[in-house]
């Protein structure tokens, strides 16, 4: 039996000086039970032998048996042997002191304690030791008081108490046991439930983080290398070139304005419910070339379609990709392989330029366009690769599977 074990671990987890209230509510009826002998063995022993001192010995005597029960969880800490020996003594001094009420005394109070010990001890052979041990208490007593010719009727009424009362002790605390357990339960529901808070908000941050720096700094670095290739024009004096790029800017800093307003208003950049995957990829490239004047070879295959999951992260990354060879690589062409089967995508996105160093491929502060990329990856379930110089250069590999390729 577990049962005592965990409730002292119970009671000491929660921080109770005294009984945790599952105890205080059955230390109640126990001492009830302790007046209520007492009270039948005072009026039983005035009926028939009234005697002042014995009736003090006697009340001085329950009082202590009374005072021990009431502090039955500290006294038993350590040594509940103790407890249970100078309990079983004060029960056989009262039953020697009123001898009219002898009976009564050791079938009413034995059983009881040994009810008590299911609470303490998790070891049947102690239990049973203490059983023995009360049991020979219970007979010395009337072979002490010349009354053994009643030893066999008392001898059944005292098996039939004990097993009532240990019956009783034993429901109790299975009934405390199950409430340990939903306590617990409750605890650690709890716990799961702040936990779970603390993921969702840390993943919403991520989220919010992603859909800013895709709409807001993609969006602005757009601008920033149409503006830049309009001073270009510019300076080499093609203004009808550089009123061409003004105007795509003027597009794209619009669109690039009604993402920001949804990213702030917690929604997605777009839904995705009918935009054209392929003619999306196409768009993002012509922006890349005409903000940059970098040729993109787009080779793309598409067999079936994909989660609209995917098709929202990936191009995303794409136009992340295209972005930083933009900003970094100092490319003069950009390659960029797009395949589409089994609701699967490969991407591969290859520039002839300087390549990434390896301070870049960290959380450089102010620099989150990798670190997006690869939550992006992840939330997706795929890879991520990237190879500088092959010969010269970088080549970011970009796989993802959906429902199918996983079941494959």
């Not at 502090?71 to 020996?85: A, D, G, I, Q």
């Not at 009934?175 to 340990?180: L, M, N, S, W």
Request: charged share 20%.
């Amino acid at each position: 039996m577990e049962t005592g074990n965990e409730f002292k671990q119970w009671s000491q987890k929660n921080q109770y000086n005294d009984l945790p209230d599952a105890m205080f509510n059955a230390r109640v009826p126990s001492m009830t039970w302790v007046f209520f002998i007492y009270s039948i063995s005072m009026i039983v022993q005035v009926l028939h032998e009234p005697s002042f001192i014995s009736l003090s010995f006697f009340s001085g005597l329950m009082l202590l048996h009374a005072s021990l029960i009431w502090h039955f969880s500290s006294l038993t800490e350590k040594y509940p042997w103790v407890y249970f020996m100078i309990q079983g003594l004060i029960i056989q001094g009262c039953a020697l002191i009123m001898d009219q009420a002898t009976a009564m005394l050791l079938l009413g109070m034995y059983p009881v304690l040994t009810g008590q010990s299911i609470g303490v001890y998790n070891h049947r052979i102690k239990m049973v030791m203490l059983s023995v041990m009360y049991y020979v208490f219970f007979l010395s007593t009337f072979f002490i008081i010349g009354q053994t010719e009643l030893l066999i009727l008392m001898s059944i009424l005292y098996v039939m108490m004990s097993v009532i009362f240990v019956s009783f002790a034993d429901l109790f605390l299975k009934q405390v046991h199950a409430r340990i357990r939903t306590q617990t339960f409750l605890e650690d529901l709890e716990r799961a439930h702040r936990k779970v808070e603390e993921l969702t908000l840390a993943n919403e941050r991520q989220r919010m983080a992603r859909d800013l720096h895709d709409t807001l700094a993609q969006g602005l670095a757009g601008i920033i290398m149409q503006l830049d290739a309009v001073d270009a024009h510019l300076t080499k004096g093609n203004s009808q070139r550089a009123q061409e790029i003004v105007q795509h800017s003027m597009v794209h800093a619009k669109k690039t304005l009604s993402e920001a307003r949804l990213a702030i208003d917690n929604l997605r950049s777009k839904t995705f419910a009918t935009v054209d995957f392929s003619d999306a990829i196409r768009e993002e490239i012509e922006r890349f070339n005409n903000a940059t004047g970098i040729p993109v070879f787009l080779d793309m295959s598409m067999e079936g379609s994909i989660p609209k999951l995917i098709m929202e992260h990936g191009l995303h990354m794409i136009g992340e990709c295209l972005t930083n060879v933009a900003r970094h690589a100092e490319a003069k062409h950009v390659w960029v392989y797009v395949r589409i089967e089994d609701e699967n995508m490969n991407l591969e996105i290859k520039d002839d330029g300087k390549g990434i160093s390896s301070n870049h491929r960290g959380s450089k502060a102010g620099h989150y366009g990798l670190i997006g990329m690869k939550e992006r990856v992840r939330i997706l379930g795929g890879s991520l690769i990237i190879t500088n110089n092959i010969p010269c250069g970088t080549l970011i590999k970009i796989e993802t599977k959906g429902k199918k390729g996983e079941n494959s």
